[in-house]
Structure formats: structure tokens, C-alpha cells
């Protein structure tokens, strides 16, 4: 049986070789760790090289010392002793603590009290074993804050992030994502699902992945994504793959951004550009054509009045009468053309809502056939605005007429609202700034025909009519646009087959 | 024997003024614009000046100051192609500058007539 070289403790045993000793002393004093042997009174009777220069002063300062004098009787209480009791009872014990170096301050370190049995076999020494691992430790935290700042950054940033793997399967999801796609917050709801269920036709995550094997990361710009309900949201959707150490594709990160509001705003805007365009355009020719009217209507007075005293007067001046009709009727156009571009006369007062509402639906009153119910709660309202009374009177005419148009066949209601709204509001529901702090809404809705999508996105345009030929100029709506308009307030409409139409207008208060 | 003058930019339109007014025994004069219609105006033999608002060169409001100042007494007539007629509006301003009569086209060249008739005997 091999006799165990018990070194340390016999400094001058004789038959053991001195060069040996003086080889594992320069071992342990040439180690990273800081060692040190430790008796059962808790006593440092050796310590190595590497101990003392922690420490900044030579071995003597320790050997003799008890744990608790090295490093303080609270850290000898309540970390060191339970460690190394566990130890002398036989135990191999490692821990992380974080100790008072006086040079250094307070620092963290591993230790390993590994148990020393004498020749006897009782554990009479324990071997301590101390690492610093300050910088590891620093290092590691750092780490875990940035991994909680990307957390925090990944959950409440109002864009949604998806991680999958290389076959397309989700493996991470944010809550923006779940939300946007309809799940309620849990992840587990579209774990593992191909990122593909949620694109419609044309897109795929096979495709995208061949382009970010190329680029790395991309901008693959609009998508239409299908939520939960499998309605289609569009969406701005950028990838970015990640590869692992050998450069093979490993996860591809998405980001999912809803454009709904932007393309909702973004219509509207082209929208009214187009109107203003042809509103420029009608402007211009509407002036020049009334001069033109304007002569042929002096002339076809002067025929009229040449003509009287001739003897085929009578069919004569049924011919002029014909061309003075075809007059009057240019003259209306031109005039709502005008109204349209916004070039006609204004005469502007302080005119209240409620009453020229109720006036127009009591001017219609007779025509409204009786399977449509009337609901209205303008008598609560006094809002008042600054505007033409002929203008707003025309601007409900036109509306109410459409409604009950709409209606003719089937009968239905028509409500009829007035309340006044703040600017918040308005920002809130179309998505931009309004100049005015007040704005009176009038909404007129009804459970007629409705319109299709392409009827809607262009039913203020002149001339636009969805009836049929000579049933209608097409006009109207236009006219009520640009009067609308010209008050500096809103009108938008929601519209489909199944339910009928509501008609929104947002008029400044008048102050 | 009244005179008028006519302001207007529109060659055809102001052909018909010129035609309807002869026809009734008024002595007219013409003018393409504001500007033209200062330099040619004869206060001595012009009662009545029918012009028109909006015109390039001066426009039409200048006009009607400016005429007043050179024969006080002269009645103005202005004519817009601008739609509506009332008050806060183009014609309405016009009259506040001292039109004294406003008609938008296209208007009845009877009812013109007889403005100017009426005007004319006022002087």
C-alpha cells in the first residue's frame, strides 16, 4: 500500500526527498487559486504564494490566524463556517461568496474546501481552494441586465417580434404579435405554427429565407398577415437570420408592424389630393364657362325679344325657351362645380346645427316614404357654426335624399345625430391633427343598399355616380364635399352592402 | 344719351354687353381691364361702368375706388362668375367699396338694363 507523502505537516521528516517538496511547494505557489490549509480550530496554518499577494502582505500576517480574523467574524458566521463544518464531516464543498479584500474592497470568489484526512483517517485539516472570479461574475450580470433590457425592449415595444426556426416555426413571440394577431397573450397559442399559416397567397418563409441568405437582413415591406379571426391586416414585416458559428442559417428574427392606420391616413390623403386636384381644374373651367354662359344667355334674351314680332314667333320662341332650359341647366352645374372647387360667394353667420337639420328633414318630410322610420336627437342640441345657411341646408338635403334613396325598397332607419367632439377624439378616430379645439359630428346613417369598397373610395369625386345613365349628374355628394371642405371641417363615410351607410361630419364650433 | 363703360376680359362676353347696350340707345365705351378701363374712362360722358371682379392685370375692387375718385357720382355695376350673391362674399365687398349694384353671371341682360336705367335717373 502506497504510504501517503504527508508533506506539510513534518517540515524535516527524514527519509523524504527535500527536491520534491521544494517542486509542489513552487506548484502551489505558482497556482491561480489562492490555497490555504485550515485546522480544526478554524486556524490558517499554511497559505501559498498567490494568498499573500491578494492580500498584499507575506504569509506570517495569516499563519495562526483564525478564518474569522482574516475575513471578518460576521462572513466567518454566517458563510464560512457552515461550508467548511460540511467539509470536516467528509464533504468535497464548493460555494460563490463575495469576501472583503482589503486591498481590493469586496470582491467575488469560488471556494472548494476539499477534506484532508491525517494518517488515521479522521479529517484533521480542510484545503481551501479560493478563485477569484470577480470579473466573471461582473461580466455575467452585465450580461443578464442587457438579456432584461432586450426583454423589456421586446414586450412593450408596440412592434411585433417572432423568432423562428429554420423550417419557419415560431419559437418566441411578443405580446405586440400575439395581440396584433388576435391571441390572447398566450405564446403557447402559436408556438411551433409555421410562420406561413399567418401570410397569405404569394408569401412564404421558404422564399424570404432564400432572400436572407443573400442579404442577411431585410425590409420585405408590405404583407397582408391573417389574424386569429382570418382577416387580413397589412403589415411592414422585416427579417433578420441568424447564423451560428459555421455560418449555417440557425434562427430568423421578424419584425411585424401594423399598417393599417398608416394605410387608412394614407388613402385619405391621396384622396383628398385628387379632389383638390380636380377641384383646381373644375375651378378654372367653370369661370370661363360661365362667361360663355353668360353671352349665350344675353344673346337668346336679344333673339327672344327680336323675335316677337315676327309671325313664326310662337315656334321660334319655343326653340329659344328650349335653348334657355339647356342654360339653366348648364348654370346649375357649373355652380356646383364651383361649390365643389370652393370658388362660390360664402354668406357666413352663426347658424345652428339642430335647426337646419330639423328645417331639411321637415322640407323632405312629405317625400319620405313610410316604411322609413325617422330617429333623430338633434332637438338636445344647441351647437352652432359658422357657415352659409343655403350651404349646410344643401349639404343635409343632399345626404338625407341619399338615405332615403337608399332605403326606397326595403324601408329601414334613418338616425339622424348631432354632439360635439374635442380634438382628442378626432385624433383618436381618423388618425390626424385638426386646427380646431371643438367640432360639431353629425352623423346620418342609414340600413339601406350600402356601397361597395369601390364605390366608397370614390363617391366625393365629380361626376362619380353609381346610378344608372341619366339618373343623376353625380354631383351631389361633390357639392357637399367641397362645402364640407371649405368650412375647414370633415366628412367620411363607412359604408357596406349588409348594413347601409353612416355618413361622419366634423365641423369647427363656432366661437 | 347715357354713357356706359364695360370692363371686362372676356372678348365675346363683353361683344354681347356691347351689342345688348346699342340696341337700347346707350353710347358705350370698352375696356379689356382695370388698368385700360382708368385710362380710357371720360367722366364727362361716361354715367354707368359695368366691370367685372376679377380680372388680370388691376382687379376689379381697385377699379371701383378708383373710378369714384375720378367722377364721384358715377354709378358702378360689378359682375362676378363667382356663384353665390351675399354679404362676406366677393360681390358684397364690392359694395362696401361703392358698387351700387352687383349681379353674378350669368345674369339677366334685361334685369342689367334695366339696373343701369335705373341708376342713370338717380344721377
Excluded at chain 1, 366608397?456 to 362619380?464: C, G, H, L, N, Q
Aim: net charge negative; glycine share 6%.
Amino acid at each position: 500500500m502506497k504510504k501517503k507523502v504527508d508533506i506539510f505537516h513534518n517540515k524535516d521528516r527524514h527519509g523524504y526527498n527535500e527536491d520534491v517538496k521544494v517542486f509542489y511547494d513552487q506548484i502551489i505557489d505558482s497556482s491561480r487559486s489562492m490555497i490555504s490549509i485550515i485546522n480544526k480550530d478554524y486556524i490558517y496554518e499554511r497559505v501559498n504564494q498567490t494568498f499573500c499577494n491578494a492580500h498584499k502582505v507575506s504569509s506570517d500576517a495569516f499563519v495562526g490566524k483564525s478564518l474569522g480574523e482574516v475575513w471578518g467574524d460576521n462572513i466567518f458566521k454566517n458563510v464560512i463556517k457552515k461550508n467548511i463544518d460540511l467539509c470536516f464531516r467528509g464533504n468535497t464543498v464548493r460555494y460563490e461568496a463575495e469576501f472583503e479584500i482589503s486591498p481590493h474592497g469586496k470582491r467575488y470568489f469560488d471556494v472548494i474546501f476539499r477534506p484532508l484526512p491525517s494518517e488515521s483517517g479522521k479529517i484533521t485539516h480542510v484545503l481551501a481552494e479560493t478563485f477569484d472570479i470577480n470579473d466573471l461574475k461582473l461580466s455575467e450580470q452585465k450580461a443578464i441586465q442587457k438579456e432584461n433590457e432586450y426583454r423589456n425592449l421586446e414586450t412593450n415595444l408596440p412592434i411585433g417580434f417572432i423568432r423562428c426556426d429554420i423550417k419557419g416555426n415560431i419559437i418566441n413571440a411578443n405580446r405586440t404579435f400575439l395581440q396584433l394577431m388576435g391571441y390572447s397573450e398566450e405564446e403557447s397559442a402559436v408556438m411551433n405554427t409555421s410562420i406561413n399559416v399567418f401570410y397569405t397567397s404569394g408569401t412564404t418563409f421558404e422564399y424570404q429565407l432564400k432572400n436572407l441568405r443573400e442579404t442577411g437582413a431585410e425590409n420585405f415591406g408590405k404583407i397582408y398577415m391573417k389574424n386569429s379571426a382570418g382577416i387580413e391586416i397589412p403589415c411592414r414585416v422585416g427579417g433578420f437570420l441568424h447564423t451560428d458559428f459555421s455560418g449555417d442559417p440557425y434562427f430568423v428574427d421578424f419584425s411585424v408592424e401594423d399598417l393599417s392606420k398608416e394605410l387608412l391616413l394614407e388613402n385619405r390623403l391621396k384622396q383628398a389630393h385628387s379632389l383638390e386636384t380636380i377641384g383646381v381644374l373644375a375651378g378654372g373651367i367653370a369661370h370661363d364657362f360661365n362667361n360663355i354662359l353668360a353671352t349665350i344667355s344675353g344673346y337668346i334674351e336679344m333673339i327672344s325679344e327680336d323675335i316677337q314680332n315676327c309671325p313664326d314667333s310662337n315656334s321660334i320662341s319655343d326653340k329659344t325657351s328650349g335653348i334657355r332650359k339647356a342654360i339653366d341647366r348648364a348654370r346649375s352645374i357649373i355652380d356646383q362645380m364651383l361649390t365643389f372647387s370652393r370658388h362660390s360667394d360664402q354668406e357666413k353667420i352663426h347658424v345652428s346645427v339642430a335647426e337646419t337639420l330639423n328645417d331639411t328633414i321637415n322640407f323632405i318630410g312629405s317625400s319620405i316614404p313610410a316604411n322609413i322610420n325617422i330617429r333623430s336627437n338633434t332637438n338636445v342640441s344647441d351647437a352652432m357654426v359658422f357657415a352659409d345657411p343655403t350651404q349646410l341646408f344643401r349639404v343635409f338635403l343632399n345626404l338625407l335624399t341619399n338615405a332615403v334613396e337608399a332605403m326606397k325598397e326595403k324601408g329601414g332607419i334613418l338616425s339622424v345625430s348631432i354632439s360635439v367632439v374635442d380634438r382628442e377624439f378626432l385624433k383618436k378616430k381618423l388618425y390626424k391633427e385638426f386646427a380646431a379645439d371643438e367640432y360639431v359630428e353629425i352623423v346620418i346613417k342609414d340600413t339601406g343598399i350600402g356601397m361597395d369598397p369601390v364605390v366608397v373610395k370614390r363617391i366625393f369625386e365629380p361626376f362619380f355616380t353609381s346610378k344608372d345613365a341619366g339618373k343623376g349628374t353625380g354631383l351631389g355628394l361633390s357639392v357637399v364635399y367641397g362645402i364640407v371642405t371649405e368650412l375647414e371641417g370633415e366628412i367620411f363615410v363607412e359604408s357596406n352592402k349588409k348594413s347601409g351607410s353612416e355618413f361622419y361630419l366634423y365641423i369647427p364650433v363656432a366661437k | 344719351m347715357n354713357g356706359v363703360l364695360i370692363v371686362e376680359d372676356d372678348n365675346e362676353l363683353r361683344e354681347m354687353l356691347k351689342t345688348a347696350l346699342l340696341r337700347r340707345k346707350f353710347s358705350v365705351f370698352e375696356a379689356i381691364n382695370g388698368r385700360d378701363a382708368i385710362i380710357h374712362f371720360k367722366p364727362s360722358v361716361t354715367d354707368v361702368v359695368i366691370t367685372d371682379i376679377i380680372m388680370p392685370e388691376e382687379d376689379g375692387l381697385k377699379v371701383i375706388l378708383e373710378l369714384k375718385e375720378l367722377k364721384p357720382s358715377v354709378k358702378v355695376i360689378a359682375i362676378s362668375g363667382g356663384g353665390k350673391v351675399g354679404p362676406g362674399s366677393y360681390l358684397n365687398l364690392a359694395k362696401a367699396l361703392g358698387a351700387d349694384a352687383i349681379f353674378s353671371k350669368p345674369f339677366s341682360i334685361n334685369e342689367l338694363i334695366q339696373k343701369i336705367e335705373d341708376l342713370s335717373s338717380d344721377i
